[in-house]
């Protein structure tokens, strides 16, 4: 992070891989829904080298990604066909 608070890189390995090395990304986001509160908590980063049209295909994908998913865990088609 800089003296603001910004992400100057972001890396990222997985236990299940084949990659030798860690990932680099400029973006990501993760999200953990509490029961208990019935409230998402997120975390949203991305560093400052991520252009502005990266960040419109970055959201249009997980978008895209997100309306799949609550469709095979809702199986309420007419909505996700509302979303996209």
């Keep these: ?3 603001s608070r910004v992400p100057e890189s972001i890396n990222w390995t997985a236990s299940d891989t084949t990659a ?3 990932q680099k990304a400029k973006a990501m986001m993760l ?3 509490d029961g208990s ?3 998402a908590l997120r975390i949203d980063l991305w560093t400052k080298d991520m ?3 990266e960040m419109g295909d ?3 994908q997980t978008m895209m990604t997100m309306a799949d998913s609550y469709g095979r865990a809702t199986k309420q088609n007419e909505t996700v066909e509302g979303m996209k």
Aim: proline share 0%; charged share 35%.
């Design 1 to 3: 992070m800089d003296e």
């Design 20 to 22: 030798e090395h860690a």
């Design 31 to 33: 999200s953990f829904w």
């Design 37 to 39: 509160e019935k409230t």
């Design 51 to 53: 252009m502005v049209d």
């Design 58 to 60: 970055f959201f249009y």
